[in-house]
């Protein structure tokens, strides 16, 4: 490499900003049959399917952020955990038009109710779907790569308590 092309790769890294820092909340919900269907909202901006997200909150924990956004863009409130389930990158386009880099932490939430009226109500299309379907219609890699990973990890969760809840209905025969 030479000496100018060195230079101008180091004044680069010194102006690259480091990803801004967002919140956001995988939304599902376990059907009567037992079906799992997660939850996807188009962008104000774009249209394209994304997942209720935000910027930090002063005085709340990231979960609780993640909860936050949920419930102002989709209209949706449930149990959140706390354990992140990882995250993904994106590129967003603020209101002055200047594209930033987002790093979003994201959380589980499963819904418990659905409100009537919400902060963002009309502004955007929400959709109920499988956990496939939503990894093939979101265009960031690392959040399809997420989808696909709650989906085992639930999967594995809800068999266990099926499990457990039919070996709690069994007599153990006495001796």
Same mark, same amino acid.
């Given at each position: 490499?030479?000496?100018?092309?060195?230079?101008?790769?180091?004044?680069?890294?010194?102006?690259?900003?480091?990803?801004?820092?967002?919140? $956001?909340?995988?939304?599902?919900?376990?059907?009567?049959? $037992?079906?799992?269907?997660?939850?996807?909202?188009?962008?104000?901006?774009?249209?394209?399917?994304?997942?209720?997200?935000?910027?930090?909150?002063? $005085?709340?924990?990231?979960?609780?952020?993640?909860?936050?956004?949920?419930?102002?863009?989709?209209?949706?409130?449930?149990?959140?955990?706390?354990?992140?389930?990882?995250?993904?990158?994106?590129?967003?386009?603020?209101?002055?038009?200047?594209?930033?880099?987002?790093?979003?932490?994201?959380?589980?939430?499963?819904?418990?109710?659905?409100?009537?009226?919400?902060?963002?109500?009309?502004?955007?299309?929400?959709?109920?779907?499988?956990?496939?379907?939503?990894?093939?219609?979101?265009?960031?890699?690392?959040?399809?790569?997420?989808?696909?990973?709650?989906?085992?990890?639930?999967?594995?969760?809800?068999?266990?308590?099926?499990?457990?809840?039919?070996?709690? $209905?069994?007599?153990?025969?006495?001796?």
């Amino acid at each position: 490499m030479t000496l100018l092309a060195r230079l101008a790769s180091d004044v680069q890294l010194m102006f690259r900003r480091p990803p801004r820092q967002q919140y $956001g909340a995988i939304c599902y919900r376990v059907k009567k049959s $037992g079906d799992v269907e997660v939850l996807l909202m188009t962008s104000r901006d774009t249209g394209r399917w994304v997942i209720p997200k935000g910027w930090p909150m002063t $005085g709340k924990c990231a979960h609780e952020v993640a909860a936050q956004e949920a419930f102002e863009e989709a209209g949706v409130r449930g149990a959140v955990e706390t354990e992140t389930l990882g995250a993904y990158s994106y590129s967003k386009i603020l209101r002055d038009g200047v594209q930033v880099a987002c790093k979003v932490q994201v959380y589980a939430i499963e819904v418990t109710e659905m409100a009537k009226n919400f902060k963002e109500k009309g502004e955007r299309r929400i959709e109920w779907v499988s956990f496939d379907e939503a990894a093939g219609r979101v265009r960031e890699p690392e959040l399809r790569g997420l989808f696909l990973a709650f989906k085992r990890k639930l999967t594995e969760r809800l068999s266990a308590q099926a499990v457990k809840q039919g070996s709690a $209905g069994k007599q153990i025969p006495a001796e």
